[in-house]
């Protein structure tokens, strides 16, 4: 019998990718963040971001949610950044917005699917970034201009790079994990 | 790559307080001091934060890097943004004010003169900026130096969060360990075949492709073994009752003291800024008179 998949179900599977997801997100963030974009100052990249948003992907918005907001929280622990409950927060809409096309998503090899899981990473990450930017205003009383250029620019764009090619990258090789498993 | 938490035991005061009144008192700090502008009061939020932040007994060199952070967004909303750009504050301050510089700014070496609109007014923006930014990083940039990681699963359970949400929190710290040794495996076994994940040169896009040979592997192997642990875990019935925890909280008169105390803080925060309309920005008189605007 073929079981059909639920966008917003959470049981135990999904317990457990939230927070198998969460520490992944946390631990790479964590180890890449030496990674430098060439002749932009004190930028960091963020590949890991690629987490939160596959997870999403593939198990739906809960488990991108909490992958996101508790990953966050993991990789800034472990970093001694302290706690940004509102980056967080916007970290974790990133990737409940990537895992609204969970449902829609039969064949991870497809080109479609693999169009359609971009394009909602893409909006998951303007979405994130945007929620989180514009908390700054509330926090810290910057303007819009600062929020935009000071935040939500320098945030989105690495974002978008890292999440649209390794998101793809690590799709292919979930099927290929679900071919071997008889899934 | 050595995976640390920053947390250890200090015998501080803070770790006497129950998490859950921390996490309370924390999150109303945040609330209530976001409504306010006023220096005056931001005065009161600033001591408030730093005295909380005291009784972690958190040393500079292990908050050095979350401070260091602080310092940048300080510098690029206060320096850039409020004093050199002189950009629009948020719509908090006026149009118009008393320019610092009227005549214009002169450089020291090359002679040039530079107009901007910095405005006294703007000057003390920053400085309630300030008053602000700093107090609310203190509170927060305390809590993972002094929070035990295996407590966070029962304090958001505590808070009222779903027991499997509280327990996904819960699962995730416990993974950080395990997760990390895997990651070491994997780095350790591509670079055993020529792998630098080190190596900064390349184009963006070939630093990108170069983190695949390590992302990929670690993420499916964790996929992979998290099967194994679903299956564990519904063999043993997980969600059909409601969970016990390992750890027991139970408040105390100084935890039921500090929440008093935050409902205490938000309810008059709340009061003094809707009904009295207290609390926005104002530059006080005294200031203008010492800069002689």
Redesign the interface.
């Known amino acids: 019998m073929e079981q059909k998949k639920s966008l917003w179900k ?11 997801g ?3 997100y ?3 963030a ?3 963040n ?5 002749s932009a100052g ?1 930028v960091a ?1 963020r ?2 971001v ?2 939160p948003l ?1 997870f999403g992907v ?1 198990f739906g918005p809960i488990v991108g949610f ?1 992958t996101g907001f ?2 966050n929280i ?1 990789g ?10 509102w980056w967080d927060l916007g970290n974790g809409i990133m990737g409940l917005v990537a895992g609204l096309c969970a449902t829609q998503i039969t064949n991870y090899r497809d080109g479609k699917s693999i169009l359609k899981a971009e394009i909602y990473c893409a909006l998951g990450i303007i979405a994130g970034m945007a929620v989180a930017s514009i908390s ?11 929020v935009i250029f ?1 935040n939500f620019i320098p945030a989105v764009i690495p974002n978008l ?2 999440g649209l ?2 998101v793809p ?2 799709m292919i ?2 099927q290929a ?1 679900l071919s071997r ?1 008889g899934r | ?1 050595l ?4 947390y250890r035991v200090r015998n501080s005061i803070m770790e006497r307080i129950d998490s859950r009144a921390r996490w309370i008192f924390s ?1 109303v700090f ?1 609330f209530a001091i ?1 409504m306010f ?1 006023d220096a005056r009061f931001l005065a009161f939020f600033f001591i408030l934060g730093f005295t909380w932040y005291s009784l972690a007994k958190v040393k500079w060199a ?2 050095r ?2 401070w260091l ?1 602080v310092s ?2 300080l510098f ?2 206060i320096v ?2 409020t004093i050199i ?1 002189g ?6 301050v006026p149009e118009g004010g008393t320019l610092v510089w009227p005549e214009g700014f002169t450089m020291p070496i090359t002679g040039w003169t530079l107009y901007f609109g910095l405005t006294y007014e703007r000057l003390w ?1 920053a400085v ?2 300030l008053l ?2 700093l107090p ?2 203190a509170v ?5 130096f002094s929070m035990d ?1 295996r407590l966070y699963g029962v304090t958001f359970k505590g808070l009222g969060l779903p027991d ?2 509280a ?10 360990p ?3 040794r895997d ?1 070491n495996l994997t780095m350790d076994a591509q670079k055993a075949r020529g792998y630098e ?2 190596r ?1 040169g390349g ?3 070939q ?3 170069r ?2 040979p390590l ?2 592997p ?3 192997n ?6 194994d ?2 299956n564990a ?2 063999l043993r019935c ?2 059909t009752h409601k969970r016990t925890w390992l750890v027991k909280l139970t408040y105390r008169k100084r935890d039921i003291a500090l929440i008093v105390f935050s409902v205490l803080l938000i309810s008059t925060s709340l009061f003094l800024t809707s009904v009295m309309g207290l609390g926005g920005f104002t530059v006080p008189s005294w200031f203008l008179t010492l800069v002689g605007a």
């Open positions: 959470f049981g135990t599977r999904e317990v457990v990718n939230g927070a198998i969460s520490a992944l946390g631990i790479l964590f180890a890449t030496m990674l430098q974009i060439p004190n990249f590949p890991a690629a987490i596959f593939a909490i508790v990953g993991i800034d622990l472990l970093s001694g950044y302290g706690m940004w409950i700054e205003m509330w926090m810290s009383g910057a303007d819009i201009n600062t000071a790079i890292n090619i390794l990258i690590l090789a979930y994990v498993r | 790559m995976i640390t938490w920053g999150l945040l976001t502008w292990e908050a890097r979350a952070m940048m967004i690029t909303m850039i943004n750009t950009g629009g504050a948020g719509g908090i923006f309630c900026q602000r930014i609310i990083s927060f940039i305390v809590i993972p990681p499997k949400v327990y996904t929190m819960e699962l995730a710290f416990r993974y950080v395990t997760l990390a990651f994940l080190e900064m184009s963006l896009l630093q990108i492709v983190v695949a992302l990929v670690v993420t499916m964790s996929i992979i073994t998290g099967e642990v679903t875990m519904d997980f969600g």
